[in-house]
């Protein structure tokens, strides 16, 4: 690198320049290098040219960001690779911001304009860290800007106006800034100035802004009401902010209901951790007859094993194994696992046997293997286990309709 300033700057530029008039597109094997590429030019500009004069090293890291179009365009970023890029831009641009000299007011400019001109989502940082540059106050003077500019187009959106594009922009600078302030006000001012009767998506921001900042009293004002297909969203929140502020009397109902429509372990444990001790066996014996009656028998079953009734659990897969999902994969395997550490070899192959015969029955290739261990752990379960040899069909009669049914599955019966 060159030790002139004004040569060491054009370097930069000229690497820049040579990536913009390229055409090249860099697919999902290329990006992750490409990304890394673009990592490396910019934490060179930081470390050769922002200790020898920030404005310039700032910039260049404009520069940079406004070719967004360029970055995002000509490659894969499935895995986020380029957003990443994007993203340590923003932030050395800051910090380069902040060593510039120049006062807040040029630098709120500077930066509103930077972020105001983002089309694809990776500017985002600008704001959200934007408390690198300003202080509470400059950041405040900020928002206060973005606000006044809403009051102004805020009415465009249901105009259908060219100027609506705007109104969302807006709303998520001052989202961004509401983050860095930790201040759930600016945000919900912003979203109530172009939809006075949010919905539940917006109800849900706005008391989840209040819990990533621990204010669940200030939460509690937008979880109240009925937010249809995500009520138990709601439920969930209100019922997090009360036990947040010790109001366990009036969050354990809420958890009981969500458990009760939907019964499965997550919402077992949660129910069950703040009830006292006293009442904890009445509501475990009531968690058990729900568990039992669970249209997903994986589902119930593993509640009923989670409260150590594994009788009852065996009973349940036995009685319902037709109606075993074996696309529910995760919690199939997890029940399966526990039946095989008690011992219980039916409900075990059961369970094996519903998840094998859902993947061949879907054709799903990419599981053959697991396919394959189930076939081989349910042939060691009728060879070992007594009670899994009482099985109706036995496993002969089991695989062989397998055979009949999947035979011509030669990449799967090759992995057996």
């Not at 249901?158 to 509401?178: C, D, E, I, Y």
């Not at 006292?276 to 009923?304: M, N, P, T, W, Y």
């Not at 189930?374 to 009669?397: D, G």
Request: hydrophobic share 45%; glycine share 6%; proline share 2%.
């Amino acid at each position: 690198m060159s030790s002139n300033l004004g040569a060491l700057s054009a370097e930069f530029l000229k690497t820049l320049n040579a990536w913009r008039r390229s055409s090249t597109y860099h697919g999902y094997a290329e990006v992750s290098a490409y990304g890394q590429k673009l990592a490396t030019w910019l934490d060179e500009v930081a470390a050769e040219v922002q200790p020898r004069d920030s404005a310039v090293a700032m910039d260049l890291f404009g520069r940079f960001i406004e070719l967004d179009q360029h970055w995002f365009e000509h490659a894969d970023d499935s895995g986020g690779d380029i957003g990443m890029a994007m993203r340590s831009a923003c932030r050395h641009w800051l910090k380069a911001a902040a060593q510039s000299g120049l006062d807040s007011d040029q630098l709120a400019t500077r930066m509103a304009k930077l972020f105001l001109a983002d089309q694809y989502g990776g500017r985002e940082e600008l704001l959200r860290q934007a408390d690198l540059v300003l202080d509470e106050q400059g950041l405040r003077v900020l928002a206060a800007k973005f606000e006044n500019s809403m009051g102004q187009v805020a009415c465009h959106l249901k105009a259908g106006s060219p100027k609506a594009t705007q109104v969302f922009k807006l709303s998520a600078a001052l989202s961004l800034l509401s983050e860095a302030l930790r201040d759930p006000e600016i945000k919900i001012r912003a979203v109530l100035a172009y939809s006075p009767d949010p919905n539940a998506l917006q109800l849900q921001s706005f008391a989840q802004a209040f819990l990533d900042v621990g204010n669940p009293q200030g939460a509690l004002k937008w979880l109240e009401g009925d937010w249809g297909h995500m009520e138990s969203t709601r439920k969930a929140m209100k019922a997090d902010a009360l036990e947040n502020l010790g109001r366990l009397e009036d969050s354990i109902p809420l958890r009981q209901g969500l458990f009760e429509a939907n019964p499965n372990v997550f919402e077992l444990k949660n129910w069950l951790k703040h009830v006292s001790d006293e009442d904890k066996q009445q509501a475990r014996s009531l968690a058990s007859e729900i568990a039992q009656q669970a249209k997903a028998v994986a589902a119930g079953a593993a509640v009923l094993l989670a409260l150590d009734e594994v009788d009852a659990a065996e009973t349940m897969v036995i009685q319902r194994a037709t109606a075993l999902d074996g696309q529910d994969y995760d919690r199939m395997l997890s029940i399966a696992r526990a039946f095989s550490q008690h011992g219980r070899a039916v409900p075990e192959s059961l369970v094996y046997r519903a998840l094998l015969t859902a993947i061949l029955e879907r054709g799903y290739n990419k599981a053959y293997g697991h396919g394959a261990r189930y076939l081989k752990r349910l042939r060691e379960l009728a060879l070992k286990a007594a009670e899994a040899q009482r099985l109706v069909p036995s496993h002969a009669e089991f695989e062989a309709t397998l055979r009949q049914q999947h035979g011509r599955k030669t990449s799967f019966w090759s992995q057996v």
